[in-house]
């Protein structure tokens, strides 16, 4: 490459110079073997970026985990259009704010800054300006996300933990709900301090979650991004089971499970063939519970359907096969809207007023309301 006038080394240089104000023990030689590497690869997505420059440039993992934050707030601000020396400025801090370290916002010029690091004193709109953009994405429709976008935020926002639910029992522990004095007397018999109080602490498991994608003509547009977001979600998830249905179900579980989410979404698009037809939600409904009730779903699973709820007819084929479900999960049924129907009540066909009296309804417009529904599926949420 280039380094004469060229951008892209540029932009690296001013990113290697911002890692070194976030301790990173980086020289000159480190930045050619990072320019050496990316000509060696070839590299021309951010994917291939982000590992080179990873592994020339990060030697613990404590560098791994604050390098990803860095080179995504770094990625967001490129993508910018004009983005001015201000807004550059303010890199340090979306990293801080990400990793909660507001010893770090001691100098939020670090990006473009001095080799020092040495900067005058910014004032605190700045660093509401370096999370702006990351805001703007959280809060856009879905539907106007680019592969890129979510890809982003799905790096920004990994889940800490799987969905679980409490099971059968329970087991001793220093935390958790009611005290059990049987348990702390045994092991003050057996040696241990008398001050130590044991309680009965729920068991766990993952949850059992089943998900029905709707991927009919009127929800073409939420069809990748929701593919993307369960993609991500199925690493974390053992308990997820993915299916898709416009005119007839069809399982994507297995497709989903591809390491590689262009191939996952490849995979999905041969076998969901109905896609961009009507929509059968009671039909399908039908079938899944002839199908796996019982079997792949038990009665302490949890069903979720992502749908606009339109579907033509009665909705007589909704109301009682929503019913069953509610009835044999125990309430453990919800209805995600992508669009913003607020009230149940407002909702315009028979069918989607069926739906919503036999499932806990929630609207998930942008990916915020996304995140927000799926971590309340979490059963130990409350506990």
Known sequence: MNSSGNPLVENLYGFLRGLRSLQFDLSHDDFSSAIHALEMTGATDADTFYRVLQTVWCKNRQEVALFELAFVEWLLLLRQPGANQVVRETFLSGVARRRRQDGILTNPSWFMGTGDGRAEPQTDIL????????????????????????????????????????????????????????????????????????????????????????????????????????????????????????????????????????????????????????????ESLQVLWQRERGQGISSRSTLVVVSDGLEEGDGLLVDRWSGRWESYLHRRTHWWNPFEVVSPGALSTPSARFLARHAHYAVVPHFKALLEAWSQLDGMRAL
């Open 127 to 282: 660093l509401m300006q370096g999370a702006s953009q990351r805001e703007f994405l959280d809060s856009r429709q879905l539907d106007r996300l680019t592969d890129e976008e979510m890809h982003l935020l799905m790096t920004l926002y990994r889940p800490k933990r799987p969905l679980s639910m409490p099971s059968h029992g329970s087991r001793a522990d220093v935390r958790g709900g009611s005290w059990n004095p049987g348990e702390t007397m045994r092991r003050g018999r057996e040696g241990s301090e008398w001050v130590r109080l044991y309680f009965d602490r729920p068991r766990v498991e993952p949850l059992a979650l089943t998900v029905l994608l709707d991927m009919s003509g009127s929800m073409a547009g939420y069809h990748r991004p929701l593919l993307q977001f369960l993609h991500a979600m199925m690493r974390h998830e053992r308990g997820l089971k993915v299916y898709a249905f416009s005119t007839r179900l069809t399982s994507l579980t297995r497709a989903l499970k591809h390491f590689h989410v262009d191939r996952a979404l490849a995979e999905v698009s041969s076998l969901a063939t109905d896609r961009g037809g009507g929509t059968r939600i009671g």
